[in-house]
Structures are given as C-alpha cells and as structure tokens.
C-alpha cells in the first residue's frame, strides 16, 4: 500500500475524530500504513470504521467488532466489503481464509486474549501477516507525571486516579513485548519485528487530549457528529500542534508497542 503523509493522516482524524483518538490514531495509522498487508483482509475490532478507512484507502475485506451500532457505522463509509457483528475468540470464518490480519489498539480490551491470538492463528494462512498495536507495561507509567503527584504529597490519590482511569478505559492488560511475543509465538505466529510508539510526553499529551474532548462529546450528543464543524480542527494550528508526535522517532521507552507477524508455514490450522 502506499504510505499516507503525516498531514494526510492528520486531516483525516481531525475532520471526524475527537482530539484523543487523533493523536493516537494518527500515529497508529502512520506506522501502520508502512505495513505491506495483501488482500484478503481482516480487521478484528474495526468499531466505525473511521481508522480503516484512513489505512485501507483502496477498502479491506472484512470488518469485525461485537458492537452492533459501530458496525452500523462502518458499514456506511464503505470501507469493507462485509461487517461482521462477531466474538474476536471464536470467529465464523474457515481456517486460513485472510492473507493478513489487522487489529488496532484492540488487544487491551480484551480479557480472554489468548482465544483471540488463536483465532488469529487459524484464520490467517501459512506466511500471512498479522499487524497489531498494543498498549505496553510502561502505560500507566508514562501516562501521567507521577513525580509532580508525590512532591504535592497525592501519591494516594495518583494511583487512585491510574486506577481509575484504567477502569474506565476497560484495559486488562499491560504486558511488556516479551510476554507479548510469547504470547504471539504459542500460537504459530512468528514476531517479525516490533518497535515502541508513544514517548513520554506524546502519552501526557494524550492524557490531557482526554479532557480536551470534551466538547466533542457535547458536539456528538447534539448532532451527532464529533466535529460538526471541521475547520476548527483541519488548520494549521492543529496540524502543527499534533505534527511533532506523529513524526516523532521511535521512544525508549514508548507506553504502547506495534508488532507485524509471520503465520508460520508449519502451524497447523485447528
């Protein structure tokens, strides 16, 4: 596929998307766009289909997620051929049936992974890719500044408020790439390569993009829309605001991880 500009991701969030899924999104999308993935595709956890249809210009194959008005949604851009409402751990395809597998920032929420990474396993076919993004063991960390926290004496209340961030999030997991690469490996995908997103400061700036949403929530409340009016968003301004953290290089450490896998030739399908 070719690679999208940092601008053309960027305006493409910024037309539809609240702040905080520009951010991430965005830099999600230019590392994944820099993925070769050859049809037939799948996209497990697509939810309204807006992120797809920024990494999948030319469309995907199928799009999954359990949520019935997300797929409403996605089915109207258009981007997939097929949406389907559908259980990530127990998938109603044929085994090897996609030559890659795709899923953004999905993993966390899902309690039962590894009934996911298998299911993955089986549907993709021997030498397929499988792209992911994931949120990794220094999230919490990096998402706030924990040290200013301390020296005002709320250590307590700091990690009563990661705490509770993380349930309102609904994130279960926090796994460092190396658990994450066994995990990958038990079930017959190979780690192709890996790298950190997210610095430190690309994570704070998130954190606060949370509450800079706030409007938009309004916005979607009364019209519908998140950005009823997207030359608010699409300008300068906010391109060069957000620009230095989708072009920012690789962090060490980062707070999320994206992997590209192999399906090893010699997995069984199941």
């Not at 590392?31 to 309204?48: A, K, N, S």
């Not at 610095?199 to 950005?227: D, I, M, N, Q």
Request: proline residues 7%; charged residues 25%.
């Amino acid at each position: 596929m070719t690679a999208a500009t940092s601008e053309e991701i960027l305006r493409a969030h910024l037309r539809e998307m609240p702040l905080h899924r520009v951010l991430i999104r965005a830099i999600e999308a230019r590392i994944l766009t820099g993925v070769t993935l050859p049809r037939p595709i799948l996209d497990i956890g697509c939810g309204d289909g807006h992120f797809g249809s920024v990494l999948f210009p030319h469309g995907a194959d199928v799009g999954l997620d359990p949520g019935l008005a997300d797929l409403s949604e996605a089915k109207g851009r258009r981007v997939y051929r097929m949406v389907t409402a559908a259980d990530s751990g127990a998938m109603p395809f044929p085994g090897a049936a996609f030559r890659s597998v795709v899923s953004n920032c999905v993993f966390e929420h899902i309690p039962a992974i590894d009934k996911t990474v298998a299911e993955i396993a089986r549907v993709l076919e021997p030498g397929g890719t499988f792209a992911t993004t994931v949120i990794g063991d220094r999230f919490r960390e990096l998402l706030t500044e924990a040290r200013a926290w301390r020296r005002l004496g709320l250590g307590a209340l700091h990690r009563a408020y990661v705490d509770w961030f993380t349930r309102k999030a609904v994130h279960f997991h926090f796994d460092s790439p190396e658990t994450w690469r066994a995990r990958f490996e038990a079930a017959g995908l190979e780690v192709v390569r890996w790298r950190w997103y997210m610095s430190p400061e690309a994570t704070r700036a998130f954190h606060r993009s949370l509450y800079w949403s706030l409007p938009h929530l309004v916005a979607r409340k009364l019209t519908g829309s998140w950005v009823p009016a997207p030359k608010l968003f699409d300008n300068r301004f906010w391109l060069r605001r957000l620009a230095r953290y989708v072009d920012e290089p690789e962090p060490d450490p980062g707070s999320c991880i994206a992997f590209v896998c192999r399906r090893k030739p010699e997995s069984p399908v199941k």
